[in-house]
């Protein structure tokens, strides 16, 4: 059946809450980030029976109006959703994927395999908390061991405890002994670092001397991007560490677009910047959020950035659904690193046709997102009445 023959009948919102497997706490500026949150998901439905479901967080007046269009008109399977319908980007992409019984990476294109690389993005400054008690290092190689036993393999090492929860010099040692004492622990897994632009280039560079053996797959946000500075780190990595890559503009000022646009909350003259750092050789992973600039607009980025030299890891903290989008994006789009994994679920959403073992994360062959709801577990509810 084709996408024309399907109007939009009815749109349901469902919000179900959000668990971590523990407390999530700091990063250099921000946290912290609790053990529970909200997911507010839309089910679509047409006049042929089907349905889809996804993330779409703004409000109910802001996509009733798309009730009676047809699917056709806000949809193309080759490109993703309109630009005015945005808001419900994830779940038309699940309902295309279930009226043309096609998994989304394989509508995205299926350049990459299904089975990919994740790594836990949920290790936070763990040894500062609880702020009045501090737990040491033990407490971050505990939530390496959390996560490494629910199938991870690989690590995103936040830094940056000097910028603001520790005396600088302290705490840039710290940011030193936990990835060492990471790094002997597990000595198989890929290391990341994110400093959330907690750096500056001199104090990164004396942080990264006393790891440069510890083999780290990528510097994220160490800094407050400028070309010279940026011009200076790979000049320093490269003599010290060249396998390590730069991973950057998951924040920057230019994240400000309200959507709709094309671009989600990014502005286009900021991607054309980072195409250019591109092409100098200056970033090699882009971070875009899959939440906030869309799925489709990561369509129309990632050839692009292919074309400058950029490999794509679409930022999905800090939401587990946004892991699995992230993953069909790179699965389907190909040019793809490391996915970032969000430890935990939403209570009501089922993703069990996913499987994570030994940080591979195996994506279903079933259509659209292969997610399904219960909806005994939510928490709040609202219909657009069927017509
Ligand atoms: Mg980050």
Redesign the pocket.
């Known amino acids: 059946m084709s996408l024309d023959e399907h109007k939009i009948t009815r749109i349901e919102s469902f919000t179900f809450r959000r668990e971590f497997p523990r407390y999530m706490g700091h990063n250099a500026k921000a946290g912290p980030h609790g053990k529970t949150g909200f997911e507010k998901i839309r089910r679509i439905h047409t006049n042929q029976g089907a349905s889809g479901i996804g993330r779409s967080a703004s409000p109910d007046e802001s996509v009733y109006c798309f009730i009676g269009c047809s699917v056709e008109n806000l949809f193309d399977p080759a490109i993703g959703t309109v630009v005015e319908a945005g808001f419900l980007d994830a779940p038309l992409h699940d309902l295309a994927g279930h009226i043309l019984q096609q998994p989304v990476w394989k509508m995205m294109g299926a350049r990459a395999d299904n089975s990919i690389e994740i790594y836990t993005g949920g290790i936070y400054f763990d040894d500062l908390d609880p702020l009045g008690s501090p737990r040491g290092i033990d407490a971050v190689l505990e939530a390496c061991q959390q996560d490494f036993e629910a199938g991870h393999a690989h690590f995103k090492l936040k830094i940056g405890r000097g910028f603001k929860f520790m005396e600088t010099s302290k705490g840039d040692q710290r940011d030193i002994d936990v990835t060492r004492v990471v790094r002997d622990a597990f000595p198989n897994s890929k290391i990341l670092i994110?400093a959330?632009d907690g750096y500056t280039l001199p104090r990164f560079r004396r942080y990264f001397e006393a790891v440069s053996d510890c083999e780290i797959y990528w510097v994220?946000?160490p800094f407050m991007e400028t070309v010279e500075d940026l011009e200076a780190l790979r000049a320093f990595l490269n003599d010290i560490s060249p396998q390590t890559m730069i991973a950057d503009f998951?924040s920057r000022n230019g994240r400000n677009e309200q959507p709709p646009s094309p671009f989600g909350r990014w502005r286009a003259d900021h991607l054309a910047e980072l195409y250019e750092l591109g092409s100098k050789g200056l970033i090699d992973v882009a971070?875009m959020d899959v939440g906030s600039m869309g799925l489709t607009a990561w369509r129309k980025v990632m050839p692009l950035l292919e074309a400058n030299g950029i490999k794509g890891s679409p930022?999905a903290w800090d939401a587990p659904l946004k892991t699995i989008y992230a993953a069909q994006v790179n699965c389907g789009l190909g040019n793809g690193e490391i996915v970032e994994g969000v430890p935990g679920l939403v209570v009501g959403v089922d993703t069990s046709t996913y499987t994570l073992k030994n940080g591979i994360l195996t994506l279903p062959d079933r259509p659209g997102f292969s997610l399904s709801i219960d909806e005994s577990q939510v928490l709040e509810y609202s219909d657009s009445g069927s017509n």
């Open positions: 994110d959330n994220e946000e998951e971070l930022h």
